[in-house]
């Protein structure tokens, strides 16, 4: 059966596992590959779902089927009934600006819509804390999610808001820097536009990262909405390591005090795209091997680290030896842990004169690097 099924086109299989049970069983028994559809769902028009898949495209162009049954989760099971372990994206797209339809709220809370979409793409509509809820609450770890004009409330605020693998937000600007810093290091990518984050809302982020006991996201890319961003401020109080790529990308490192985490180096660049910057920050493992560039970078940023840490307890130790001088007795073992710090500091920056690491502005570079 599965040689005749492989000459029909799918929808003529999906029909014909509709006629009966037993049909349908055969059907799902011939094990054809997943395939992955797409489902676009009208506000101005919920009853008509225009509906393709990947192999349509691939024979026919980008020619769409509009299927004459007008409800999606009956298409969607369908499909799972003769291709079973397919994969679902819904695209809507929200013309009003009041509430959504009642068709896209059913559709939202059917049970094939939950178990096997695992793509939304919402475009426009300036939804309620209850309308988006419906969408957020379908979050799942392997679930993308992307609203693309989609105005939300200032005030909102969900648990789920970023669970998933790829999740992107064109009005990101109820979002606070301290969502991101709780955010689970199973989302693997982020995507934020419209925000309020400035630099000093960065410098929160990349101090947690530092001094933080866990991972967080993967990849972040943030729209940046300072006409010039004030990167001392970004980095303040933060041993950095800026490394300038030939024909590429500068990127600033920073690194985790925490040696048990499995990303403890942060990458920071800035990229220009449609008249618009965005800061994208990308989190890391170590891998010593095979990398020359990552193991040297990851060395001289633990260098710098140790540096900066140095440099403050040697202050530290001036500023009570100021304060006791005359105190001859008092400050013999001041004076010698002072020594032995300067000729630990002494040591660190000649193993990063080595690594030929020279400072701009206070601000440690390696270059160039092809």
Not at 77 to 95: G, K, N, R, W
Not at 147 to 164: C, M, Q, R, S, V
Not at 181 to 189: A, K, R
Not at 216 to 230: F, M, P, R
């Amino acid at each position: 059966m599965k040689n005749v099924l492989q000459l029909m086109e799918d929808m003529e299989i999906i029909k014909l596992s509709t006629l009966s049970k037993k049909m349908s069983n055969s059907v799902g028994k011939c094990d054809f590959k997943p395939l992955s559809y797409q489902v676009d769902v009208l506000d101005k028009d919920p009853d008509v779902f225009t509906f393709f898949n990947e192999r349509w495209i691939s024979n026919v162009g980008l020619e769409s089927r509009q299927l004459a049954i007008p409800d999606s989760a009956h298409i969607i099971q369908l499909i799972q009934t003769a291709f079973p372990d397919s994969q679902f994206l819904i695209t809507m797209v929200i013309s009003k600006t009041d509430s959504l339809n009642f068709k896209i709220r059913e559709i939202l809370l059917t049970d094939e819509v939950k178990k096997y979409c695992t793509k939304f793409i919402v475009y426009g509509g300036a939804l309620t804390v209850n309308e988006l809820d419906l969408f957020i609450n379908l979050r799942r770890l392997k679930r993308e999610l992307v609203f693309d004009g989609t105005e939300f409330p200032l005030e909102y605020n969900h648990f789920n808001a970023f669970t998933g693998t790829n999740i992107t937000y064109e009005d990101a600007r109820w979002i606070k820097i301290s969502d991101l810093c709780g955010l689970e290091s199973s989302t693997e990518s982020l995507n934020l536009g419209r925000n309020l984050f400035y630099s000093k809302h960065y410098n929160e982020l990349f101090k947690f990262h530092v001094n933080g006991d866990r991972d967080i996201c993967a990849h972040i890319q943030i729209d940046c909405v300072e006409s010039a961003l004030n990167f001392e401020k970004m980095f303040e109080g933060i041993a950095t390591l800026k490394v300038e790529k030939a024909g590429k990308t500068d990127v600033t490192m920073i690194h985790s005090n925490n040696i048990t985490r499995k990303r403890p180096v942060m990458g920071i660049s800035f990229k220009n795209i449609s008249k618009k910057t965005q800061i994208c920050i990308q989190t890391y493992s170590i891998n010593t091997e095979g990398n020359e560039l990552q193991t040297k970078c990851y060395n001289i940023l633990q260098k710098l680290n140790k540096k900066t840490d140095l440099e403050a307890e040697l202050k530290q130790i001036e500023t009570i030896e100021y304060a006791l001088r005359g105190q001859e007795e008092v400050l013999k073992p001041i004076q010698a842990k002072k020594t032995k710090i300067t000729k630990e500091l002494k040591n660190v920056r000649e193993e990063l004169w080595e690594h030929a690491v020279y400072s701009v502005d206070g601000n440690a570079r390696i270059s160039p690097l092809d």
